[in-house]
């Protein structure tokens, strides 16, 4: 994803759902000494990590849906599995279109099951993965199955990005099943 966004050195970039800041080092290298790297997340379990993992990273408590960044203050954004944990995806992209402003560049990496034929055998494994995976109450509080609403939520963020955005790349990884979409905001 970062390959993807490829922020240039001196960059500011913001990364949405950031959880323990998995890809913050790798942010850090794109971006050189300069730049700066701004994690986001509502979660304070996992930026207590964050924040253990590098002292001197900024890691900020907030709703990515609602970054606390003013339109134009971030150059990059950036969400990793991110996307089907929102309820209305395609808006928190434009909301993170608008950070960027036009020009600025925008990344996403997401998981969803896969459409490549030789690697569909695998979905049902993927559904029981996705199931396990998610909170208790999560099929009866969707009313559908959390796969079938993950697959929704990631295709929604990932035609959003490609619409508003040029320069678009877009491909998948692991067999079909990890999307990551980038592009130039229009
Ligand atoms: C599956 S984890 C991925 C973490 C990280 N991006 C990575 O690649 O390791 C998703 C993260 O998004 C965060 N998250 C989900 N919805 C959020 C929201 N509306 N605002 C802020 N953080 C959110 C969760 O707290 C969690 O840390």
């Given at each position: 994803?970062?390959?993807?966004?490829?922020p240039?050195p001196?960059?500011?970039?913001v990364?949405?759902?950031?959880?323990?800041?998995a890809n913050h080092g790798?942010v850090?290298?794109?971006?050189?000494?300069?730049?700066?790297?701004?994690?986001?997340?509502f979660?304070p379990?996992?930026l207590?990590?964050a924040?253990?993992?590098d002292?001197q990273g900024?890691?900020v408590?907030?709703?990515?849906t609602?970054?606390?960044v003013r339109?134009?203050?971030?150059d990059?954004?950036?969400?990793?599995?991110?996307?089907?944990?929102?309820?209305?995806?395609?808006?928190?992209?434009?909301?993170w279109?608008?950070?960027v402003g036009p020009?600025?560049?925008?990344a996403l990496?997401?998981?969803?099951?896969?459409t490549?034929?030789?690697?569909r055998?695998?979905?049902?494994?993927f559904r029981?993965?996705?199931?396990?995976?998610?909170p208790?109450?999560?099929?009866a509080?969707?009313?559908?199955?959390?796969?079938?609403?993950l697959?929704?939520?990631v295709a929604a963020?990932?035609?959003e990005?490609r619409e508003?955005?040029?320069?678009v790349?877009?491909g998948?990884l692991?067999g079909?099943?990890?999307?990551?979409?980038a592009?130039?905001?229009?």
């Amino acid at each position: 994803m970062v390959d993807a966004l490829a922020p240039d050195p001196c960059d500011t970039v913001v990364e949405l759902g950031c959880g323990t800041g998995a890809n913050h080092g790798r942010v850090r290298d794109r971006v050189g000494p300069a730049g700066r790297y701004v994690g986001v997340d509502f979660s304070p379990g996992v930026l207590a990590v964050a924040r253990e993992r590098d002292p001197q990273g900024s890691f900020v408590r907030a709703d990515a849906t609602r970054p606390p960044v003013r339109p134009g203050g971030a150059d990059a954004c950036c969400a990793a599995f991110v996307s089907g944990m929102l309820p209305d995806p395609a808006a928190a992209v434009r909301t993170w279109a608008d950070l960027v402003g036009p020009g600025g560049r925008l990344a996403l990496l997401d998981l969803a099951r896969t459409t490549r034929p030789g690697w569909r055998a695998l979905n049902p494994g993927f559904r029981l993965f996705v199931r396990a995976g998610s909170p208790p109450g999560t099929a009866a509080a969707l009313r559908r199955s959390p796969t079938a609403v993950l697959d929704r939520r990631v295709a929604a963020a990932h035609r959003e990005l490609r619409e508003g955005c040029t320069d678009v790349t877009a491909g998948t990884l692991a067999g079909g099943f990890a999307r990551v979409s980038a592009g130039t905001v229009r």
